[in-house]
């Protein structure tokens, strides 16, 4: 943190009266945002941390005011500068779903079980056109159109392949060839909030609520408008954890029962291309991460995105997706970790 970003800080919580509260680094992401736990006396709040030159608050306040509208437990906004980039936030804890399975394994198909039911009621649920926090805040949803989901689906060609294996017009037009068609298929879905980041280690688990209410939400600024589909690939399909098969399976029926989704079979299929889609995103955005910031934490988890991109292969119409990965990635660069000396920099 510069010397500049310090002050602001430092600015910003005294015009709130906590000057003198003790700061902690509790995380930073794979954005430029980074999170503070503030603490004075016996009362914390969160602290977000995102550059105006690199992020914009709007999106993130409107959505969690809308969330909790519907009753969810998003952070509450306690106090805002939108020009310098500074959120105070309430405080949801620290126990996410990753850090509670890990000390409770018992409690995994529990926390999961409500992680679907959020969802399921989430999606159910009429959208305002505009999220709106006042006159001035606002926010419009866009809609997760097959543009915007071939355009991540490239993150795979246009970084990953491209910095190990170089420059191929071909390759790349073949990939396209193959998932727009797809994606044109699973784009709108039934036109749901997709929260886009829905899974472990930004869900928290709030006992001491009721209800829905006991699941905590965090990281939601990138919402749109898309298919269910995707969060529950999200989910499910974990970059950061091995989520059971058996678990998987079961999650999904939960949430073709309890939606009352009448074609299961087209729900299935848009959850694996889905599937593959958002793995072939993380996969580059993983690659990315290292090769323009400097990020190496990420690569030891291409391994299993890669695996989870292939789960989904048992879709018939992912045919020429497998025959393209099988063509053009060797096995050996699916299964070992990728490090930094066998990328190079993008033209």
Wanted: hydrophobic share 45%; net charge negative; proline share 5%.
């Amino acid at each position: 943190m510069t010397e500049t970003r310090l002050q602001e800080r430092k600015n910003f919580l005294s015009a709130h009266g906590l000057g003198s509260a003790e700061v902690s680094f509790v995380a930073g992401d794979a954005s430029f945002r980074k999170y503070y736990r503030i603490k004075n006396g016996e009362q914390t709040h969160m602290l977000m941390d995102a550059p105006p030159i690199d992020e914009d608050l709007a999106p993130f306040v409107c959505i969690a005011h809308c969330l909790l509208n519907f009753g969810y437990s998003a952070p509450e906004i306690v106090h805002m500068d939108k020009e310098c980039g500074f959120l105070l936030l309430g405080d949801l804890g620290d126990d996410s779903f990753n850090i509670l399975i890990a000390r409770e394994p018992n409690n995994e198909q529990m926390l999961y079980e409500n992680a679907v039911d959020l969802l399921v009621d989430l999606q159910a649920k009429t959208l305002p056109n505009i999220f709106a926090v006042d006159e001035v805040l606002k926010h419009s949803l866009s809609s997760y159109s097959s543009e915007i989901l071939l355009r991540e689906a490239r993150l795979l060609t246009e970084w990953t392949m491209t910095s190990l294996d170089g420059l191929s017009d071909e390759r790349d037009q073949e990939f396209d060839e193959i998932f727009t068609p797809l994606l044109e298929r699973v784009s709108l879905g039934n036109g749901s909030i997709i929260l886009r980041d829905y899974h472990a280690d930004n869900l928290m688990w709030m006992p001491e609520r009721t209800g829905l209410s006991r699941v905590g939400l965090l990281d939601f600024q990138d919402a749109l408008i898309g298919h269910p589909a995707y969060d529950l690939v999200s989910l499910l399909q974990d970059a950061r954890r091995d989520v059971p098969l058996a678990l998987e399976e079961a999650m999904i029926k939960r949430f073709i029962d309890k939606s009352n989704i009448d074609d299961e079979a087209s729900f299935r299929a848009a959850y694996a291309i889905l599937g593959a889609q958002r793995n072939a995103k993380i996969i580059g955005i993983f690659t990315r991460l290292y090769l323009r910031d400097g990020k190496d934490i990420y690569l030891p988890l291409i391994p299993r995105v890669w695996a989870l991109l292939e789960r989904n292969f048992w879709l018939e119409e992912l045919e020429p997706f497998k025959a393209w990965v099988n063509a053009h990635v060797p096995l050996v660069w699916r299964r070992e970790v990728i490090t930094p000396h066998m990328l190079q920099e993008i033209p």
